[in-house]
């Protein structure tokens, strides 16, 4: 069946903010006791949910208590690069030649967001746009997109979400939904091979593959 509308992910996929991350993850790891990663090691290593990523890093089990505050702290490094990052080159082109509605839905603070999409003057590209309402969340983005399509009146069966990680094709087929992954963001393309669903090393692409599902 066709597809009539994409579900975009913005971190890592719209939102070119790999090295911030990356960034902001080290910062708050290496004060933990655990290594340095290179954009490489952070790539094939990224997973949700992030407390038991964070516990690998730093080799022990972290309480939910010193997760919480170690995703304070990446919040606040993240945030010291967020002013220089910017949208991956493709994203305007690719919102533009999909045919159906288009919504965006983050992992993303809600408040800090929207700025942003104002910033890039994005908002009349989506028909909504959702991001973070608990003060943290390193979980599956699943129930989110549950939620979103929902406030959508949208079936899964008629979407596709374009993503960057695993968590974002394993939430998407576990609602029925369709998913590409873009091989530019978070997760490397060693790891997203993993999942066995389309990959794209565009956004481009990642639209077309989206329209032929």
């Given at each position: 069946?066709?597809?009539?509308?994409?579900?975009?992910?913005?971190?890592?996929?719209?939102?070119?903010?790999?090295?911030?991350?990356?960034?902001?993850?080290?910062?708050?790891?290496?004060?933990?006791?655990?290594?340095?990663?290179?954009?490489?090691?952070?790539g094939a290593r990224f997973r949700r949910p992030i407390i038991a990523y964070y516990?690998?890093?730093?080799?022990?089990?972290?309480?939910?208590?010193?997760?919480?505050?170690?995703?304070?702290?990446?919040?606040?490094?993240?945030?010291?690069?967020?002013?220089?990052?910017?949208?991956?080159?493709?994203?305007?082109?690719?919102?533009?030649?999909?045919?159906?509605?288009?919504?965006?839905?983050?992992?993303?603070?809600?408040?800090?967001?929207?700025?942003?999409?104002?910033?890039?003057?994005?908002?009349?590209?989506?028909?909504?746009?959702?991001?973070?309402?608990?003060?943290?969340?390193?979980?599956?983005?699943?129930?989110?997109?549950?939620?979103?399509?929902?406030?959508?009146?949208?079936?899964?069966?008629?979407?596709?979400?374009?993503?960057?990680?695993?968590?974002?094709?394993?939430?998407?087929?576990?609602?029925?939904?369709?998913?590409?992954?873009?091989?530019?963001?978070?997760?490397?393309?060693?790891?997203?091979?993993?999942?066995?669903?389309?990959?794209?090393?565009?956004?481009?692409?990642?639209?077309?593959?989206?329209?032929?599902?």
């Amino acid at each position: 069946m066709a597809r009539k509308h994409l579900v975009w992910d913005w971190n890592g996929t719209l939102l070119n903010d790999f090295g911030a991350v990356v960034s902001a993850t080290n910062t708050v790891i290496t004060e933990a006791g655990g290594p340095f990663l290179t954009a490489e090691e952070q790539g094939a290593r990224f997973r949700r949910p992030i407390i038991a990523y964070y516990s690998e890093l730093v080799g022990r089990s972290l309480t939910e208590a010193e997760f919480a505050e170690l995703d304070k702290a990446f919040h606040a490094a993240y945030l010291e690069h967020l002013r220089f990052v910017d949208l991956h080159a493709e994203s305007r082109s690719a919102l533009s030649i999909w045919p159906g509605t288009q919504s965006l839905l983050s992992m993303w603070f809600h408040q800090s967001l929207m700025p942003l999409i104002t910033r890039f003057d994005l908002a009349e590209k989506f028909a909504l746009v959702q991001g973070l309402r608990s003060e943290s969340d390193g979980h599956s983005k699943q129930p989110h997109l549950e939620r979103h399509l929902e406030s959508l009146q949208l079936r899964p069966q008629e979407c596709v979400l374009i993503g960057d990680t695993v968590d974002d094709a394993k939430s998407a087929l576990g609602l029925g939904a369709q998913v590409v992954l873009f091989t530019g963001g978070f997760s490397s393309r060693e790891q997203l091979q993993g999942v066995g669903v389309p990959l794209a090393d565009s956004l481009s692409e990642a639209v077309t593959i989206a329209q032929q599902l």
